[in-house]
């Protein structure tokens, strides 16, 4: 009697400890994990806060991260349908979010990777600014790396249809970086922000490519001064 006594009082002393294991490790704490392969959303509003503020999604990095919980502050209607934007987030290798202020969503930055077209390789940096009216109205989205493309300008401008006149409130995060890509795998040189990229990929499409690397590895074009980026 006494040993199954014992023996019971074990099991229960184990499972209450597996219990409180489940609790702290990945029950009710504000953090949320990005592991390889997928994006847990954050369980009670966490903005996305990692070390040096880099947020890896989708096996990018391949680092657990955990977010810090924003604390005397309720987040606007922006930054819910933001947060909801990113657990969803869905791009492989493709890109990076960065989050210089962990704790507010509505301004990052995203980083690029094409993976075809002219510029493979090369990484390109892009900030997305994120107004109250958001998802009614678009982010503002601008290229931080000069470069010579047909349909983004020497400011950074990008000629992206589902930025302006084509925008939906359905349209989120995913749906601009994927355009983006779209916009490396195929300029569009009839809708062009940068007339002489434009006009050059029109004249001699395989010389616009020989520019283009050109410009990659840091040589100017035209007087324009270009980081290296391959």
Known sequence: ?????????????????????IDVDGGSSSSFSVEAGEMEKP?????PATENGTVSIMGIGGKS????QSKGRRRQ?????????????????????????????????????????FWT???FTFTFRFPAEYPHTPPKVTCQTR??????DWEGNVCLNILREEWKPILDVNAIIYGLLHLFAEPNP???????????????????????????????????????LL
Do not use: C, W
Request: glycine residues 6%; hydrophobic residues 40%; charged residues 30%.
């Open 1 to 21: 009697m006494l040993r199954a006594k014992k023996k019971k009082e074990e099991e229960a002393a184990a499972a209450a400890a597996a219990a409180a294991k």
């Open 43 to 47: 369980h009670d509003g966490g903005a």
């Open 65 to 68: 991260v955990k977010a810090a």
């Open 77 to 117: 209607p922006a930054e819910l349908r933001i947060q909801k934007d990113l657990a969803e987030v869905e791009l492989g290798t493709a890109a990076t979010l960065i989050f210089p202020n962990p704790n507010d969503l509505t301004d990052f930055i995203v980083e690029v990777s094409p993976e075809s077209g």
């Open 121 to 123: 390789g090369a990484k």
């Open 147 to 152: 470069i010579l493309h047909p349909n983004i």
């Open 190 to 228: 009839d809708d062009p922000l940068n007339k002489e990229a434009a006009e050059l990929f029109r004249a001699d499409a395989r010389q616009f490519e020989r520019v283009v690397k050109q410009t990659l590895r840091g040589l100017s074009y035209q007087g324009h001064t270009f980081e290296r």
